[in-house]
């Protein structure tokens, strides 16, 4: 019996509920030699022997073993070992024996007085009464059991098997024709054998007597409620049998406990339903269509032309009783087995622990993780059963962005630009290339293209990265001529960019070589020359014109550097500023970046901008208090006592009439840092003529 099946019976065991302690399973007289030779498990054998070995003679006697007393359920379970299953396994057994009369006559010698190997065809069966003719069974054993014990006798010698257990699960077959016998036991009907029970008659008989021990309103409630296909109300049934509607469910409910409990229908019934389900199981596998199960149920028991009403519930019930013990489960037109809810389980536990950092699988990885090859004819069902996303030939924990962009880049297979990758993923371009920076072990391959890191001999990390890793792979400084070549041939930049980013703040460039700078090369003017007013307790305010994208995140450029000063932010530094109105809004962040081209920055508008309802194209102001503390308004709300500047000087020398007038975003001052020439520095950090800060 294979493991599975076992289990299964064990299984069924565990579900029928325990026979009352006097019920009678041993009848009295019942001789032992007859009971041990049935086809009973191995540890039913065993108790039995332990329990009854007084009735047994002595291994060299030739004697008859003394016939065995009464024994009831509760006898036998008060046997070392013997429980529940040994229990179905003799009950099943005794009755099927006492079907066939196989306990009609004593045998004429008992199974332990010679060795297998020496047993005769005569000894193996009990003798047949003189007046009744043969049985064609006991024929077809006489005729066979000699060949069979040589053949298990070969068994144990060539393979080494001890136990009938052990000489069947051996290859049988291939020794039966090694030995020449293979002929001989082809000609031998396995139906001669086994007398071909027929289990589902064997249901329908047990059922039948189940269904006549019902009274007639039981049998109305369990023929067009419990059975019907389209059944009918508890009100219509209780109008039809002259009872309350509570009444009603509470038959329904005693009905039901008495199909379910082995004690009414019988160990009988459940045994060979649950032998049903079990081969009816292997034919339909772990995984089939739920029409399928039902043609095979409907196959098992078929429907009769009997005309009368009790067999067709006998059926009905049958079917009902079969389909439990399958246990198949049902979803999207499929039915799963125990074993296959298993296997999903374990799949999805699997897939957890195989998904890299944003939940991509391999799908290999993943398919060895079934029980075995047989399983692999029903990895699509599986997998579909998983909620694992498909995404470009792998799979994924969930369908989310950075899945669908890291996908579709290894699908491509090699460094790709955003506009590929957003193609074959659905995403747009803008927002495949910002997942593709997110993702790790992502990198850049040139100024256009992504890949994995492993692809890229050397990461691109924008042009300011690139001019500072050649600054510091040469000692401190680099000539301008390597990274005016080498940049736009490895990366795909355009020479003018890197001259571009050159000539800001970040970089020094002097005599062809080029160098990182400290500080800015530039004069920061006083913050009233950059600010459009004071409001009515003298704080400054400087203005900016709204935009939807500031609506929705985006940092605000083009801040004047003396802003970004005087709201404590340096040189190549970020920092936070508190917002005092609107109450409760975010802190804003403010970045001045070395190798800004549009001036500093402004991040985190988007809850204060929403709490004074600015819209796009609105004019707003930014008050700067003290502490590092800002506000905003919009210009509609301030009052009439805001004072505006009109002009603001770029020096501090009184004789210096250049003025500007300021209106929207403007800087102080240009923040380019013209090659090869002298360097400006913040007023109280001037230097002596010559000497660089």
């Known amino acids: 019996m294979a493991k599975e099946e076992h289990d299964a019976l064990i299984r069924l065991a565990n579900r029928i509920a325990r026979p009352p302690d006097y019920q009678v399973v041993i009848p009295e007289g019942l001789h032992i030699g007859l009971l041990l030779r049935c ?38 379970l008060r046997i070392t070992n013997f429980g529940l299953v040994s229990l179905l396994d003799l009950m099943c057994v005794i009755e099927s024996a006492q079907s066939l009369g196989y306990f009609r ?31 064609p069974a006991d024929i077809a054993w006489e005729s066979t059991v000699v060949v069979l014990q040589r053949l298990l006798a070969a068994a144990a010698g060539v393979n080494g098997s001890r136990t009938l257990a052990d000489a069947l699960s051996s290859d049988l077959g291939g020794l039966a024709t090694t030995l020449g016998m293979a002929d001989h036991l082809a000609g031998i009907p396995l139906a001669d054998l086994t007398g071909e029970p027929d289990m589902a008659n064997e249901s329908l008989a047990a059922l039948s007597q189940l269904w006549e021990s019902l009274s007639p309103t039981e049998q109305v409630i369990l023929h067009k409620r419990m059975l019907a296909a389209d059944p009918i109300t508890l009100e219509e049934l209780g109008e039809m049998a002259d009872l309350t509607r509570e009444r009603i469910r509470q038959i329904e409910k005693r009905i039901e406990s008495r199909l379910n409990h082995p004690s009414i229908t019988g160990p009988a019934v459940k045994c060979w339903i649950g032998v049903l389900a079990i081969l009816l199981r292997r034919k339909l596998g772990p995984i089939t269509s739920q029409s399928n199960l039902e043609e095979r149920i409907s196959a098992t028991f078929p ?31 499929l039915c799963l087995s125990p074993e296959a809810r298993t296997a999903i389980k374990k799949l999805k536990e699997q897939a957890s622990l195989l998904a890299d950092e944003i939940g991509l699988i391999d799908n290999t990885a993943l398919r060895n993780c079934l029980p075995d090859e047989a399983w692999q004819q029903h990895w699509e069902a599986l997998l579909q059963q998983t909620g694992l996303q498909r995404l470009n030939g792998l799979l994924a924990l969930r369908d989310t962005a950075k899945a669908k962009a890291k996908a579709a880049l290894l699908a491509i297979g090699r460094p790709a630009s955003k506009e590929e990758v957003g193609e074959l993923s659905g995403l747009r371009p803008d927002r495949a290339g910002a997942q593709l920076s ?93 600010v459009d007013g004071y409001d009515d307790n003298g704080d400054p305010y400087w203005e900016f014109e709204v935009e939807s994208r500031h609506l929705d995140g985006y940092s605000l450029h083009e801040v004047p550097l003396e802003v970004a000063d005087a709201l404590e932010c340096g040189f190549g530094d970020q920092t936070t500023s508190k917002v005092v109105n609107p109450v409760g809004c975010q802190d804003i962040s403010v970045i001045w970046r070395k190798t800004s081209m549009r001036g500093s920055e402004i991040g985190r508008l988007r809850q204060s901008l929403a709490a ?29 006592n805001y004072k505006p500047i009109h002009h603001a000087k770029f020096s501090e020398t009184p004789d210096n009439d250049k003025t500007a007038s300021f209106k929207g975003i403007k800087m102080g001052t240009p923040i380019t840092a013209h090659l090869a020439r002298s360097q400006h520095t913040y007023p109280d950090q001037a230097t002596e003529p010559g000497e660089r800060a």
């Open 39 to 76: 086809p009973l498990k191995v540890r039913t054998v065993n108790c039995l022997r332990r329990e009854l070995d007084e009735h047994l003679p002595s291994p060299l006697a030739f004697t008859e073993p003394d016939p065995v007393g009464e024994m009831t359920v509760g006898d036998l």
């Open 105 to 135: 006559e004593p045998a004429v010698a008992h199974p332990y007085a010679q060795s297998p190997s020496a047993l005769s065809a005569h000894s193996a069966l009990p003798a047949q009464a003189a007046v009744e003719p043969p049985d």
């Open 303 to 333: 429907t009769t032309d009997d005309p009368e009403e009790h067999k067709q519930a006998v059926i009905k019930m049958a079917r009902q009783l079969l389909q439990q013990e399958l246990d198949y489960s049902y979803g999207d037109d």
């Open 438 to 530: 997110l993702l790790p072990g992502v990198v850049r391959a040139d100024k256009h293209r992504w890949g994995l890191a492993e692809w890229v001999e050397d990461e691109y990390e924008g042009i300011p990265a690139e001019i500072i890793q050649r600054i510091n792979e040469d000692g401190g400084s680099t000539r301008l001529n390597r990274l005016l070549e080498e940049l736009p041939r490895m990366f795909g930049v355009a020479e003018s960019s890197v001259k571009a980013y050159l000539d800001t703040p970040a970089f020094y460039v002097e005599h062809g070589w080029v160098r990182e700078s400290d500080a800015p090369t530039f004069l920061l003017h006083r913050l009233e020359d950059v």
């Open 612 to 640: 004074i309802g600015a819209q796009d194209g609105d004019e707003v102001r930014l008050i700067i208090h003290n502490n590092n503390e800002v506000s905003f308004e919009k210009n509609s709300r301030i009052s009439n």
